[in-house]
């Protein structure tokens, strides 16, 4: 019997948040209410988890839960 493997869905692009504008808070929630983590800094990237509801990016980090506003004079997506 001849096996085909399996059709594999299309990778997702990967999905990085660029760090645009001086240095910015990185946070354990989506919000300024969010204890501080440590600061992101101009020309840093970080590979993006998902987009909270409230805009909020969730991004890849030593720390579990970490966040960085979407505002966009301080971050913007790209795509790698």
């Given amino acids: 019997e001849i ?3 399996e059709p594999q869905p299309p990778t997702p ?3 990085f ?3 645009k504008g001086g240095s910015v ?3 354990d929630a989506d919000s300024t209410k969010g ?3 440590f600061v ?3 020309g840093q990237k ?3 988890i998902d987009i909270a509801p409230s805009g909020w990016y969730h991004i890849m980090t030593t720390y579990p839960d970490a966040y960085i506003t979407n505002k966009t004079r301080y971050t913007v ?3 790698e």
Avoid: D, I, M, S
């Fill in 3 to 5: 096996r085909h493997p």
């Fill in 13 to 15: 692009t990967e999905q």
């Fill in 17 to 19: 948040v660029l760090v």
């Fill in 25 to 27: 808070w990185v946070r």
């Fill in 35 to 37: 204890k501080k983590l």
């Fill in 40 to 42: 992101a800094h101009k």
């Fill in 46 to 48: 970080y590979e993006l």
């Fill in 77 to 79: 997506l790209e795509n």
